[in-house]
């Protein structure tokens, strides 16, 4: 997407045209954003909605936004709690072999209310030597087999992440939910923290549409590689978006910067573009 400066007061047209071209196709890339200041950050993604995370109490939330101390330096405090860090390279702590993050996931899907949308910014990024993957469980869905769209219908699966946050409870999700704007259905949160095959079905039956249903999911005519350069901010919907962490560089600083937020607009919206008021 051109000419969008995020760094801008945020105006809520262009929010909600945001939001609609996120629920058709998952994932906006803006080139060359300057969003120096944590709030900046913060502010055009309160736009989307709640960008905080209330739902950690300060111990789980420190542990899991791996916020630690960096060097000093402009703009780079790793204060707000509404802001994540995700450090690599030389003078910087080299961040942990984090399996979960090698997996495709859907960010906070272990969370009863997960925040949809994801907001990351680099900071830095040296030219090729990073990556994210992301793959559209829009388009996963739609290339389902009839036959297997019906044996998916209506099918909930747990979500847990207590290796980690052993005070939050497992919860269930839908294995495919359909999007509150678009109306569109998708894939959710597959494999990521969902754990146990699906509770309406025989074990072995469940255990054996995951496995069909995830490797669906690594099919490239889903999956869009990006290759992080400084400036980069990207901006996709849990709902309908995996994601995993792809080749990174040792020794090759990397800073990117993640907020998050909420739709508590997401069903206005929706009644708006099908004309209902």
């Not at 111990?59 to 791996?66: K, L, P």
């Not at 960096?70 to 690599?88: E, F, M, Q, S």
């Not at 906070?108 to 925040?115: E, K, R």
């Not at 490239?220 to 990006?226: G, L, Q, S, V």
Request: charged letters at 25%.
């Amino acid at each position: 997407m051109r000419g969008l400066d995020a760094a801008a007061p945020p105006q809520p047209g262009v929010i909600r045209t945001l939001k609609c071209i996120l629920a058709e196709h998952g994932l906006v890339v803006l080139r060359d954003q300057q969003l120096n200041e944590e709030d900046q950050q913060i502010a055009f993604t309160s736009a989307f909605g709640d960008p905080l995370s209330p739902w950690l109490h300060s111990d789980e939330r420190n542990s899991f936004a791996r916020v630690h101390t960096l060097p000093k330096r402009p703009a780079y405090t790793g204060i707000d709690p509404g802001c994540h860090y995700l450090v690599n390279g030389p003078g910087y702590w080299e961040s942990p072999d984090d399996g979960y993050l090698q997996d495709w996931h859907s960010d906070l899907s272990y969370l009863q209310n997960p925040l949809p949308y994801s907001v990351l910014h680099a900071l830095e990024a040296a030219g090729d030597a990073y990556q994210t993957w992301y793959s559209n469980q829009l388009r996963a869905y739609d290339a389902l087999d009839e036959v297997t769209k019906r044996k998916v219908a209506g099918l909930s699966v747990r979500h847990d992440f207590r290796e980690v946050f052993p005070a939050l409870p497992a919860v269930l999700h839908p294995l495919v939910l359909t999007h509150p704007i678009s109306g569109r259905k998708a894939i959710y949160g597959l494999p990521g923290f969902a754990k146990d095959p699906p509770l309406e079905v025989t074990a072995a039956e469940g255990r054996s549409l995951l496995e069909k249903v995830t490797a669906h999911l690594e099919d490239e005519a889903f999956i869009y590689r990006h290759v992080w350069r400084t400036g980069d901010l990207l901006i996709w919907d849990n709902r309908c978006v995996l994601h995993r962490r792809g080749p990174q560089a040792r020794g090759q600083t990397r800073i990117l910067r993640r907020t998050q937020a909420g739709d508590g607009s997401a069903q206005d919206l929706r009644r708006r573009l099908l004309g209902k008021e």
